[in-house]
Protein backbone atom coordinates (compact mmCIF):
# COMPACT_ATOMS: atom_id res chain seq x y z
CA UNK A 1 0.00 0.00 0.00
CA UNK A 2 2.31 2.49 -0.93
CA UNK A 3 -0.40 5.22 -1.15
CA UNK A 4 0.04 4.96 2.71
CA UNK A 5 3.81 4.92 3.17
CA UNK A 6 3.94 8.55 4.12
CA UNK A 7 1.65 8.28 7.32
CA UNK A 8 2.24 4.63 8.48
CA UNK A 9 5.99 5.74 9.04
CA UNK A 10 4.07 7.41 12.34
CA UNK A 11 3.18 4.37 13.45
CA UNK A 12 7.00 2.98 14.18
CA UNK A 13 7.57 4.47 17.41
CA UNK A 14 4.40 2.41 18.64
CA UNK A 15 5.68 -0.51 17.20
CA UNK A 16 5.54 -2.49 20.48
CA UNK A 17 1.82 -1.43 21.35
CA UNK A 18 0.83 -2.65 18.44
CA UNK A 19 2.14 -5.82 18.89
CA UNK A 20 0.56 -6.02 21.72
CA UNK A 21 -2.84 -4.71 20.82
CA UNK A 22 -3.09 -7.57 17.84
CA UNK A 23 -1.89 -10.58 20.18
CA UNK A 24 -5.37 -9.32 22.40
CA UNK A 25 -6.96 -8.93 19.44
CA UNK A 26 -5.85 -12.59 18.04
CA UNK A 27 -6.95 -13.93 21.52
CA UNK A 28 -10.42 -12.15 21.48
CA UNK A 29 -10.82 -14.01 17.85
CA UNK A 30 -9.86 -17.23 18.91
CA UNK A 31 -12.29 -17.12 22.19
CA UNK A 32 -15.08 -16.04 19.64
CA UNK A 33 -14.44 -18.71 17.54
CA UNK A 34 -14.90 -21.23 20.77
CA UNK A 35 -18.25 -20.43 21.82
CA UNK A 36 -19.97 -21.84 19.39
CA UNK A 37 -18.49 -25.34 20.37
CA UNK A 38 -19.16 -24.66 23.75
CA UNK A 39 -22.40 -23.84 23.37
CA UNK A 40 -22.59 -27.27 20.94
CA UNK A 41 -21.25 -29.28 23.99
CA UNK A 42 -24.55 -27.37 26.43
CA UNK A 43 -27.05 -28.06 23.76
CA UNK A 44 -26.55 -32.20 23.55
CA UNK A 45 -25.60 -32.27 27.69
CA UNK A 46 -29.74 -30.71 27.54
CA UNK A 47 -30.80 -32.36 24.39
CA UNK A 48 -28.82 -35.80 24.44
CA UNK A 49 -27.04 -36.57 27.87
CA UNK A 50 -29.84 -34.74 29.92
CA UNK A 51 -26.60 -34.61 31.85
CA UNK A 52 -27.68 -31.15 34.52
CA UNK A 53 -24.11 -31.01 36.35
CA UNK A 54 -21.91 -31.05 32.37
CA UNK A 55 -24.46 -27.94 31.76
CA UNK A 56 -23.60 -25.80 34.84
CA UNK A 57 -20.05 -26.68 34.35
CA UNK A 58 -20.26 -25.73 30.55
CA UNK A 59 -22.11 -22.49 31.14
CA UNK A 60 -19.48 -21.02 34.45
CA UNK A 61 -16.61 -22.01 31.57
CA UNK A 62 -18.73 -19.86 29.03
CA UNK A 63 -19.50 -16.81 31.62
CA UNK A 64 -15.54 -17.16 32.56
CA UNK A 65 -14.42 -16.90 28.48
CA UNK A 66 -16.66 -14.19 27.80
CA UNK A 67 -15.17 -11.77 30.64
CA UNK A 68 -11.62 -12.90 28.96
CA UNK A 69 -12.98 -11.44 25.74
CA UNK A 70 -14.19 -8.71 26.65
CA UNK A 71 -10.82 -7.43 28.39
CA UNK A 72 -9.09 -7.93 25.60
CA UNK A 73 -11.15 -6.53 23.11
CA UNK A 74 -11.10 -3.37 25.32
CA UNK A 75 -7.46 -3.53 25.46
CA UNK A 76 -7.20 -3.69 21.83
CA UNK A 77 -9.69 -1.47 21.08
CA UNK A 78 -8.24 1.25 22.92
CA UNK A 79 -4.21 0.75 21.80
CA UNK A 80 -5.39 0.54 18.68
CA UNK A 81 -7.97 3.73 18.54
CA UNK A 82 -5.24 5.85 20.41
CA UNK A 83 -2.43 4.86 18.13
CA UNK A 84 -4.86 5.47 14.71
CA UNK A 85 -5.39 8.78 16.66
CA UNK A 86 -2.30 9.80 17.12
CA UNK A 87 -0.82 8.84 14.11
CA UNK A 88 -3.50 10.99 12.23
CA UNK A 89 -2.78 14.11 14.25
CA UNK A 90 1.20 13.86 13.53
CA UNK A 91 0.34 13.22 10.15
CA UNK A 92 -1.83 16.62 9.95
CA UNK A 93 0.91 18.25 11.48
CA UNK A 94 3.54 17.08 9.01
CA UNK A 95 1.22 18.44 5.93
CA UNK A 96 0.18 21.72 7.86
CA UNK A 97 3.92 22.25 8.27
CA UNK A 98 4.80 21.02 4.11
CA UNK A 99 2.05 23.62 3.55
CA UNK A 100 4.14 25.90 5.35
CA UNK A 101 7.13 25.51 3.49
CA UNK A 102 5.93 25.85 -0.17
CA UNK A 103 6.58 28.64 -2.24
CA UNK A 104 4.31 31.78 -2.74
CA UNK A 105 3.91 30.13 -5.99
CA UNK A 106 1.54 27.09 -4.76
CA UNK A 107 -0.55 29.58 -2.70
CA UNK A 108 -1.07 31.57 -6.06
CA UNK A 109 -2.29 28.74 -7.78
CA UNK A 110 -4.31 27.19 -5.31
CA UNK A 111 -7.02 28.36 -4.14
CA UNK A 112 -7.62 28.52 0.55
CA UNK A 113 -11.18 26.07 0.07
CA UNK A 114 -9.28 23.47 -1.75
CA UNK A 115 -6.52 23.17 0.47
CA UNK A 116 -9.08 23.13 4.04
CA UNK A 117 -10.67 20.57 2.29
CA UNK A 118 -7.58 18.05 1.60
CA UNK A 119 -6.44 19.31 5.15
CA UNK A 120 -10.22 18.83 6.98
CA UNK A 121 -12.53 15.76 4.53
CA UNK A 122 -9.89 13.80 3.17
CA UNK A 123 -7.77 13.42 6.72
CA UNK A 124 -10.73 12.59 8.77
CA UNK A 125 -11.37 9.53 5.94
CA UNK A 126 -8.30 8.48 6.55
CA UNK A 127 -8.20 8.41 10.09
CA UNK A 128 -11.57 6.66 10.39
CA UNK A 129 -9.55 4.36 7.67
CA UNK A 130 -6.35 4.01 10.06
CA UNK A 131 -8.50 3.11 13.63
CA UNK A 132 -11.15 0.89 11.53
CA UNK A 133 -9.43 -1.29 8.87
CA UNK A 134 -6.31 -2.40 10.43
CA UNK A 135 -8.51 -4.31 13.28
CA UNK A 136 -11.31 -5.13 11.09
CA UNK A 137 -9.00 -7.19 8.75
CA UNK A 138 -6.98 -9.07 11.20
CA UNK A 139 -10.17 -10.03 13.18
CA UNK A 140 -12.59 -11.16 10.16
CA UNK A 141 -9.49 -13.16 8.59
CA UNK A 142 -8.81 -15.05 12.32
CA UNK A 143 -12.89 -15.55 12.22
CA UNK A 144 -13.14 -16.53 9.18
CA UNK A 145 -10.52 -18.80 8.40
CA UNK A 146 -10.94 -20.19 12.01
CA UNK A 147 -14.70 -21.14 11.52
CA UNK A 148 -13.90 -22.25 7.77
CA UNK A 149 -11.79 -24.70 9.01
CA UNK A 150 -14.42 -25.42 12.44
CA UNK A 151 -17.15 -26.15 10.17
CA UNK A 152 -14.98 -28.31 7.37
CA UNK A 153 -14.29 -30.41 10.11
CA UNK A 154 -17.93 -30.59 11.84
CA UNK A 155 -19.29 -31.17 8.58
CA UNK A 156 -17.69 -30.54 5.06
CA UNK A 157 -20.28 -31.18 2.74
CA UNK A 158 -22.53 -28.83 4.38
CA UNK A 159 -19.54 -26.13 4.10
CA UNK A 160 -18.69 -26.56 0.13
CA UNK A 161 -22.68 -25.16 0.06
CA UNK A 162 -21.21 -22.13 1.54
CA UNK A 163 -17.95 -21.62 -0.77
CA UNK A 164 -20.77 -21.49 -3.73
CA UNK A 165 -21.17 -18.30 -2.15
CA UNK A 166 -17.85 -16.65 -2.03
CA UNK A 167 -16.94 -16.27 -5.74
CA UNK A 168 -19.56 -14.00 -6.65
CA UNK A 169 -19.35 -11.89 -3.27
CA UNK A 170 -15.79 -10.99 -4.06
CA UNK A 171 -16.28 -10.11 -8.00
CA UNK A 172 -19.13 -7.77 -6.58
CA UNK A 173 -17.25 -6.42 -3.60
CA UNK A 174 -14.42 -5.13 -7.02
CA UNK A 175 -16.41 -4.08 -9.33
CA UNK A 176 -18.44 -1.92 -7.07
CA UNK A 177 -15.44 -1.21 -4.91
CA UNK A 178 -14.09 0.73 -8.09
CA UNK A 179 -17.11 2.22 -9.13
CA UNK A 180 -17.16 3.85 -5.39
CA UNK A 181 -13.42 5.24 -5.46
CA UNK A 182 -13.90 7.16 -8.57
CA UNK A 183 -17.61 8.69 -6.91
CA UNK A 184 -15.62 9.35 -3.75
CA UNK A 185 -12.88 11.34 -4.90
CA UNK A 186 -15.78 13.54 -7.36
CA UNK A 187 -17.24 13.76 -3.98
CA UNK A 188 -14.43 14.97 -1.75
CA UNK A 189 -13.51 17.55 -5.11
CA UNK A 190 -16.78 18.53 -5.21
CA UNK A 191 -17.11 19.62 -1.53
CA UNK A 192 -13.54 20.93 -1.33
CA UNK A 193 -15.11 23.60 -4.29
CA UNK A 194 -17.76 24.42 -1.72
CA UNK A 195 -15.48 24.89 0.21
CA UNK A 196 -13.41 27.60 -1.90
CA UNK A 197 -17.07 29.54 -2.50
CA UNK A 198 -17.64 29.37 1.89
CA UNK A 199 -13.84 30.82 2.37
CA UNK A 200 -13.97 33.49 -0.55
CA UNK A 201 -17.74 34.63 0.89
CA UNK A 202 -16.08 34.87 4.47
CA UNK A 203 -12.97 36.70 3.91
CA UNK A 204 -14.59 39.02 1.31
CA UNK A 205 -17.94 39.51 3.52
CA UNK A 206 -17.56 43.45 3.03
CA UNK A 207 -17.68 42.89 -0.52
CA UNK A 208 -20.76 40.57 -0.71
CA UNK A 209 -22.61 42.73 1.68
CA UNK A 210 -22.01 45.96 0.30
CA UNK A 211 -23.20 44.93 -3.84
CA UNK A 212 -26.29 42.63 -1.96
CA UNK A 213 -24.79 39.30 -3.78
CA UNK A 214 -25.79 37.22 -0.91
CA UNK A 215 -28.34 35.50 -3.61
CA UNK A 216 -25.49 35.30 -6.11
CA UNK A 217 -23.71 33.61 -3.62
CA UNK A 218 -25.82 30.98 -2.05
CA UNK A 219 -26.85 29.67 -5.99
CA UNK A 220 -22.99 29.33 -6.53
CA UNK A 221 -22.65 27.40 -3.30
CA UNK A 222 -25.86 25.69 -3.86
CA UNK A 223 -24.56 24.46 -7.46
CA UNK A 224 -21.30 23.06 -5.58
CA UNK A 225 -23.17 21.26 -2.89
CA UNK A 226 -26.04 19.95 -5.15
CA UNK A 227 -23.56 18.50 -7.59
CA UNK A 228 -21.86 16.88 -4.52
CA UNK A 229 -25.09 15.74 -3.43
CA UNK A 230 -25.90 13.98 -7.04
CA UNK A 231 -22.16 12.35 -6.43
CA UNK A 232 -23.25 11.24 -3.03
CA UNK A 233 -26.14 10.08 -4.69
CA UNK A 234 -24.26 7.99 -6.57
CA UNK A 235 -22.45 6.17 -3.92
CA UNK A 236 -25.79 5.57 -2.34
CA UNK A 237 -27.06 4.02 -5.31
CA UNK A 238 -24.14 1.31 -5.38
CA UNK A 239 -23.40 0.70 -1.78
CA UNK A 240 -27.55 0.44 -1.24
CA UNK A 241 -27.90 -2.21 -3.94
CA UNK A 242 -24.91 -4.42 -2.51
CA UNK A 243 -26.39 -5.31 0.94
CA UNK A 244 -29.97 -6.94 -0.75
CA UNK A 245 -27.64 -8.63 -2.87
CA UNK A 246 -25.35 -10.65 -0.38
CA UNK A 247 -28.86 -10.67 1.89
CA UNK A 248 -30.48 -12.93 -0.64
CA UNK A 249 -27.03 -14.69 -1.05
CA UNK A 250 -27.22 -15.51 2.47
CA UNK A 251 -30.84 -16.41 2.89
CA UNK A 252 -30.62 -18.69 -0.59
CA UNK A 253 -27.67 -20.63 1.29
CA UNK A 254 -28.98 -20.75 4.91
CA UNK A 255 -32.33 -22.29 3.22
CA UNK A 256 -30.29 -25.05 1.74
CA UNK A 257 -28.26 -25.48 4.74
CA UNK A 258 -31.01 -26.02 6.72
CA UNK A 259 -32.81 -28.28 4.50
CA UNK A 260 -29.60 -30.22 4.04
CA UNK A 261 -28.77 -30.08 7.90
CA UNK A 262 -32.14 -31.11 9.18
CA UNK A 263 -32.24 -34.15 7.17
CA UNK A 264 -28.50 -35.57 8.62
CA UNK A 265 -30.55 -34.94 11.79
CA UNK A 266 -33.09 -37.17 11.28
CA UNK A 267 -30.95 -39.82 9.29
CA UNK A 268 -28.84 -39.82 12.56
CA UNK A 269 -25.72 -39.20 10.83
CA UNK A 270 -25.41 -35.79 12.97
CA UNK A 271 -26.31 -34.54 16.69
CA UNK A 272 -28.71 -31.32 17.09
CA UNK A 273 -25.69 -30.07 18.77
CA UNK A 274 -23.34 -30.03 16.25
CA UNK A 275 -25.87 -28.51 13.62
CA UNK A 276 -26.80 -25.86 15.75
CA UNK A 277 -22.47 -25.28 16.01
CA UNK A 278 -22.67 -25.11 12.58
CA UNK A 279 -24.99 -22.87 11.76
CA UNK A 280 -23.76 -20.36 14.35
CA UNK A 281 -20.30 -20.78 12.49
CA UNK A 282 -22.00 -20.26 9.36
CA UNK A 283 -23.88 -16.89 10.60
CA UNK A 284 -20.04 -16.08 11.75
CA UNK A 285 -18.45 -16.46 8.52
CA UNK A 286 -21.58 -14.23 6.96
CA UNK A 287 -19.85 -11.46 9.32
CA UNK A 288 -16.25 -11.56 8.33
CA UNK A 289 -17.52 -11.65 4.10
CA UNK A 290 -20.28 -8.92 4.68
CA UNK A 291 -16.87 -6.93 6.35
CA UNK A 292 -14.63 -7.59 3.49
CA UNK A 293 -17.11 -5.69 1.30
CA UNK A 294 -17.28 -2.78 3.13
CA UNK A 295 -13.55 -3.02 4.07
CA UNK A 296 -12.76 -3.07 0.32
CA UNK A 297 -15.44 -0.14 -0.53
CA UNK A 298 -13.92 2.43 2.14
CA UNK A 299 -10.22 1.51 1.32
CA UNK A 300 -11.29 2.36 -2.15
CA UNK A 301 -12.51 5.81 -0.58
CA UNK A 302 -9.70 6.03 1.67
CA UNK A 303 -6.67 5.35 -1.49
CA UNK A 304 -9.26 8.26 -2.98
CA UNK A 305 -8.86 10.00 0.04
CA UNK A 306 -4.85 9.21 0.34
CA UNK A 307 -4.09 10.27 -3.51
CA UNK A 308 -5.31 13.72 -3.04
CA UNK A 309 -3.69 14.32 -0.06
CA UNK A 310 -0.54 13.20 -1.54
CA UNK A 311 -0.87 15.16 -4.07
CA UNK A 312 0.39 17.88 -2.09
CA UNK A 313 2.86 16.41 0.11
CA UNK A 314 4.45 15.43 -3.84
CA UNK A 315 5.18 19.16 -4.21
CA UNK A 316 8.11 20.27 -3.66
CA UNK A 317 9.22 23.69 -2.13
CA UNK A 318 10.67 25.86 -5.35
CA UNK A 319 12.64 28.05 -2.98
CA UNK A 320 14.63 26.23 -0.30
CA UNK A 321 18.02 26.56 1.89
CA UNK A 322 20.70 24.70 -0.19
CA UNK A 323 22.44 21.53 1.67
CA UNK A 324 25.27 23.28 3.03
CA UNK A 325 23.45 27.14 3.54
CA UNK A 326 25.60 30.04 4.77
CA UNK A 327 24.11 31.22 8.15
CA UNK A 328 23.85 34.64 8.66
CA UNK A 329 24.75 35.73 12.43
CA UNK A 330 24.70 39.80 11.93
CA UNK A 331 22.91 40.82 8.89
CA UNK A 332 24.86 44.15 7.62
CA UNK A 333 22.05 44.84 4.81
CA UNK A 334 23.97 45.45 1.80
CA UNK A 335 21.74 44.80 -1.47
CA UNK A 336 23.01 44.03 -4.85
CA UNK A 337 20.72 42.99 -7.32
CA UNK A 338 22.83 41.99 -10.51
CA UNK A 339 21.01 42.01 -14.08
CA UNK A 340 18.21 39.97 -12.52
CA UNK A 341 15.07 38.72 -15.03
CA UNK A 342 12.55 36.91 -13.31
CA UNK A 343 9.03 36.00 -14.62
CA UNK A 344 5.95 34.26 -12.70
CA UNK A 345 5.40 32.51 -16.62
CA UNK A 346 8.79 31.74 -17.36
CA UNK A 347 8.11 32.98 -21.14
CA UNK A 348 6.86 36.28 -19.75
CA UNK A 349 9.19 38.17 -17.95
CA UNK A 350 7.99 40.90 -15.29
CA UNK A 351 12.01 42.07 -14.42
CA UNK A 352 14.10 42.53 -17.77
CA UNK A 353 17.94 43.25 -16.64
CA UNK A 354 17.27 44.94 -12.91
CA UNK A 355 20.65 45.82 -11.51
CA UNK A 356 21.58 48.41 -8.32
CA UNK A 357 23.94 48.44 -5.46
CA UNK A 358 21.79 49.46 -1.80
CA UNK A 359 24.56 49.89 0.87
CA UNK A 360 23.90 48.89 4.60
CA UNK A 361 21.28 51.56 6.40
CA UNK A 362 19.89 53.24 3.34
CA UNK A 363 17.07 53.97 1.91
CA UNK A 364 15.49 53.28 -1.40
CA UNK A 365 12.41 54.14 -2.86
CA UNK A 366 10.95 52.00 -5.92
CA UNK A 367 8.42 54.27 -7.69
CA UNK A 368 6.92 53.73 -11.08
CA UNK A 369 3.53 53.13 -12.71
CA UNK A 370 1.09 50.26 -11.61
CA UNK A 371 3.02 46.93 -13.27
CA UNK A 372 6.29 48.23 -13.41
CA UNK A 373 7.59 45.76 -11.27
CA UNK A 374 8.30 47.27 -8.15
CA UNK A 375 6.58 44.55 -5.57
CA UNK A 376 8.14 41.94 -7.68
CA UNK A 377 11.47 42.96 -6.74
CA UNK A 378 10.18 43.03 -2.87
CA UNK A 379 9.28 39.51 -3.32
CA UNK A 380 12.59 38.50 -4.63
CA UNK A 381 14.22 40.05 -1.26
CA UNK A 382 12.26 38.51 0.54
CA UNK A 383 12.57 34.73 -1.40
CA UNK A 384 9.16 34.44 -2.22
CA UNK A 385 11.00 33.41 -5.73
CA UNK A 386 13.84 33.02 -7.30
CA UNK A 387 14.91 34.80 -10.52
CA UNK A 388 15.21 32.73 -13.91
CA UNK A 389 18.77 34.45 -14.22
CA UNK A 390 20.94 36.97 -12.31
CA UNK A 391 22.07 36.97 -9.20
CA UNK A 392 21.04 38.57 -5.72
CA UNK A 393 23.44 39.32 -3.10
CA UNK A 394 23.21 40.26 0.38
CA UNK A 395 26.25 41.04 2.44
CA UNK A 396 28.08 39.69 -0.61
CA UNK A 397 26.73 36.66 -0.63
CA UNK A 398 24.36 35.35 -2.90
CA UNK A 399 20.85 35.01 -1.48
CA UNK A 400 20.23 31.19 -2.74
CA UNK A 401 23.59 30.39 -0.82
CA UNK A 402 21.63 31.63 2.71
CA UNK A 403 20.09 30.01 5.10
CA UNK A 404 16.67 30.91 4.59
CA UNK A 405 15.56 31.33 8.06
CA UNK A 406 18.76 33.00 9.63
CA UNK A 407 17.92 35.29 6.59
CA UNK A 408 14.35 36.27 6.83
CA UNK A 409 14.77 36.49 10.88
CA UNK A 410 16.53 39.62 10.41
CA UNK A 411 14.38 40.57 7.61
CA UNK A 412 11.03 42.90 8.41
CA UNK A 413 8.02 43.36 6.14
CA UNK A 414 5.16 46.24 7.08
CA UNK A 415 2.97 45.49 3.73
CA UNK A 416 -0.13 48.01 1.93
CA UNK A 417 -2.37 45.60 3.97
CA UNK A 418 -2.22 45.06 7.33
CA UNK A 419 -3.99 41.24 8.38
CA UNK A 420 -3.31 40.59 11.72
CA UNK A 421 -4.63 37.05 13.40
CA UNK A 422 -7.33 37.15 14.86
CA UNK A 423 -5.63 36.71 18.50
CA UNK A 424 -4.87 39.78 21.08
CA UNK A 425 -3.05 42.18 20.61
CA UNK A 426 -0.40 41.38 22.37
CA UNK A 427 -0.26 38.37 20.47
CA UNK A 428 0.34 40.04 16.88
CA UNK A 429 3.04 42.11 18.20
CA UNK A 430 4.55 39.54 20.10
CA UNK A 431 4.77 37.30 16.82
CA UNK A 432 7.84 39.61 15.74
CA UNK A 433 9.58 38.13 18.90
CA UNK A 434 7.69 35.53 20.80
CA UNK A 435 10.09 35.61 24.13
CA UNK A 436 9.99 39.60 24.18
CA UNK A 437 9.31 40.58 27.70
CA UNK A 438 6.22 43.10 28.49
CA UNK A 439 8.89 46.01 28.85
CA UNK A 440 9.93 45.60 24.94
CA UNK A 441 6.68 45.05 23.82
CA UNK A 442 5.47 48.28 25.11
CA UNK A 443 8.55 50.43 23.96
CA UNK A 444 8.27 49.15 20.60
CA UNK A 445 4.24 50.02 21.09
CA UNK A 446 5.02 53.60 21.87
CA UNK A 447 8.34 53.51 19.16
CA UNK A 448 4.98 53.09 16.48
CA UNK A 449 2.58 55.60 18.05
CA UNK A 450 0.62 52.52 19.28
CA UNK A 451 0.82 52.45 22.91
CA UNK A 452 -1.57 55.17 23.59
CA UNK A 453 -4.84 53.87 21.68
CA UNK A 454 -4.24 50.04 22.97
CA UNK A 455 -4.68 51.39 26.43
CA UNK A 456 -7.73 52.80 26.08
CA UNK A 457 -9.42 49.68 25.33
CA UNK A 458 -10.44 48.09 28.52
CA UNK A 459 -8.36 44.84 28.12
CA UNK A 460 -5.57 46.84 26.43
CA UNK A 461 -2.94 44.57 25.61
CA UNK A 462 -4.80 41.49 26.23
CA UNK A 463 -7.64 42.82 23.52
CA UNK A 464 -9.22 40.67 20.55
CA UNK A 465 -8.64 42.31 17.09
CA UNK A 466 -11.19 40.28 15.56
CA UNK A 467 -10.82 38.37 12.24
CA UNK A 468 -7.92 39.81 10.22
CA UNK A 469 -8.02 42.93 12.84
CA UNK A 470 -11.40 43.49 11.68
CA UNK A 471 -12.13 45.57 15.16
CA UNK A 472 -9.56 47.84 14.66
CA UNK A 473 -9.35 50.86 12.24
CA UNK A 474 -6.50 50.89 9.47
CA UNK A 475 -4.49 53.01 10.77
CA UNK A 476 -4.89 51.09 14.28
CA UNK A 477 -3.59 48.07 12.37
CA UNK A 478 -0.72 49.18 10.69
CA UNK A 479 0.62 51.12 13.94
CA UNK A 480 0.27 47.38 15.47
CA UNK A 481 2.10 46.17 12.20
CA UNK A 482 4.57 48.38 13.05
CA UNK A 483 5.16 47.45 16.43
CA UNK A 484 5.72 43.95 15.08
CA UNK A 485 8.44 45.26 13.20
CA UNK A 486 10.19 47.10 15.51
CA UNK A 487 10.41 44.12 18.13
CA UNK A 488 11.53 42.18 15.56
CA UNK A 489 14.60 44.53 15.01
CA UNK A 490 15.34 43.74 11.62
CA UNK A 491 18.50 44.83 9.67
CA UNK A 492 16.78 44.73 6.19
CA UNK A 493 13.36 46.55 6.37
CA UNK A 494 10.47 46.63 3.59
CA UNK A 495 7.67 48.91 3.44
CA UNK A 496 4.79 47.99 0.79
CA UNK A 497 3.20 51.01 0.39
CA UNK A 498 2.18 51.33 4.29
CA UNK A 499 1.07 54.54 4.30
CA UNK A 500 -1.44 54.34 1.37
CA UNK A 501 -5.49 54.86 2.10
CA UNK A 502 -4.97 56.19 5.55
CA UNK A 503 -6.10 60.10 6.77
CA UNK A 504 -4.10 62.73 7.30
CA UNK A 505 -3.83 62.09 11.15
CA UNK A 506 -3.08 58.53 11.13
CA UNK A 507 -0.76 58.75 8.17
CA UNK A 508 1.37 61.72 10.04
CA UNK A 509 1.16 59.22 13.22
CA UNK A 510 2.42 56.47 11.03
CA UNK A 511 5.02 58.00 9.49
CA UNK A 512 6.63 59.62 12.94
CA UNK A 513 6.70 55.63 13.94
CA UNK A 514 8.31 54.54 10.32
CA UNK A 515 10.95 56.84 10.80
CA UNK A 516 11.97 55.49 14.32
CA UNK A 517 11.74 52.08 12.64
CA UNK A 518 14.31 52.95 9.53
CA UNK A 519 16.87 54.82 11.54
CA UNK A 520 19.85 52.38 10.87
CA UNK A 521 18.54 49.81 8.30
CA UNK A 522 18.57 49.14 4.79
CA UNK A 523 14.87 49.91 3.90
CA UNK A 524 12.70 49.67 1.03
CA UNK A 525 9.89 51.56 0.29
CA UNK A 526 7.09 51.03 -2.24
CA UNK A 527 4.73 53.58 -2.33
CA UNK A 528 3.21 56.61 -4.54
CA UNK A 529 3.01 59.21 -1.67
CA UNK A 530 5.76 61.85 -1.64
CA UNK A 531 6.30 62.50 1.92
CA UNK A 532 7.60 58.07 1.68
CA UNK A 533 9.96 58.67 -0.75
CA UNK A 534 10.73 62.11 -0.86
CA UNK A 535 14.26 62.34 1.13
CA UNK A 536 15.10 58.70 0.28
CA UNK A 537 19.08 58.39 -0.41
CA UNK A 538 18.02 56.57 -3.40
CA UNK A 539 14.82 56.43 -5.92
CA UNK A 540 14.45 53.66 -8.49
CA UNK A 541 12.46 54.21 -11.09
CA UNK A 542 11.17 51.28 -12.83
CA UNK A 543 9.19 50.82 -16.11
CA UNK A 544 7.48 48.03 -17.95
CA UNK A 545 10.15 45.61 -15.85
CA UNK A 546 13.69 47.67 -16.26
CA UNK A 547 14.87 50.61 -14.50
CA UNK A 548 14.93 53.48 -16.34
CA UNK A 549 16.91 56.06 -13.95
CA UNK A 550 17.92 56.17 -10.09
CA UNK A 551 19.04 59.06 -8.27
CA UNK A 552 18.04 61.50 -5.48
CA UNK A 553 14.81 63.58 -5.36
CA UNK A 554 16.63 66.13 -6.90
CA UNK A 555 18.55 64.56 -9.62
CA UNK A 556 15.67 63.06 -10.70
CA UNK A 557 13.37 66.26 -11.33
CA UNK A 558 16.56 68.07 -13.14
CA UNK A 559 16.54 65.07 -15.63
CA UNK A 560 13.23 65.50 -16.27
CA UNK A 561 12.60 61.82 -17.08
CA UNK A 562 9.80 59.64 -15.95
CA UNK A 563 10.02 60.25 -12.39
CA UNK A 564 9.53 63.96 -13.40
CA UNK A 565 6.53 63.38 -15.11
CA UNK A 566 4.77 61.30 -12.43
CA UNK A 567 5.50 64.04 -10.26
CA UNK A 568 3.89 66.40 -12.46
CA UNK A 569 1.09 64.84 -13.39
CA UNK A 570 0.40 63.96 -9.60
CA UNK A 571 0.88 60.75 -9.75
CA UNK A 572 3.05 61.05 -7.08
CA UNK A 573 1.12 63.10 -4.68
CA UNK A 574 2.84 66.34 -4.70
CA UNK A 575 3.83 67.82 -1.51
CA UNK A 576 6.77 70.46 -0.55
CA UNK A 577 10.20 69.27 0.72
CA UNK A 578 9.38 70.86 4.03
CA UNK A 579 6.49 68.90 4.23
CA UNK A 580 7.59 65.34 3.61
CA UNK A 581 8.69 63.69 6.54
CA UNK A 582 10.66 60.82 5.40
Known amino acids: MKEFANILKYARPYTKSIIFAFTCLILTSMISLALPLIVRNMINAVVVLKNSDLLNSLTRDLVIIILFQAAFAITHNYILGFIGHRVTADFRIELFSH ?25 TVIQNALVSIPVAVLRQTITLLGALAIIFYLNWKLTGLILLVLPPLM ?6 GKRLRNLSEKVQDKIAQALVVL ?10 KSYTREPYEKKRFENEIESAFEQSVGKVRISSSFGPLILGLTFLVSTILIWYGGQQVMQGTTTPGELAAFFLYALIMAGPIGTFVKIYTQLQETLGAMRRVNEILDIKPLVNSPENPVKLTS ?12 GYEADTPVLNNISFDIRPGKTVALIGPSGAGKSTIVQLLLRFFDPQSGKIQIDGDDLKSLDLE ?30 ATDTEMIEASKSANAHEFIVEFSNG ?27 KNPKVLVLDEATSALDNQSEMLIQEALEKLMVGRTTFIIAHRLSTVHNADKIIVLDKGSVVESGTHKELMENEGLYHHLYTMRLIEAESPSEASV
Open 99 to 123: IQSLSLRFFQSRRVGEILSRMSSDI
Open 171 to 176: LFARIF
Open 199 to 208: EEVASSIKIV
Open 331 to 342: LKGHVCFSEVIF
Open 406 to 435: SYLSQVALVPQETLLFGGTIRENILYGKLD
Open 461 to 487: YDTLVGEKGAKLSGGERQRIAIARALL
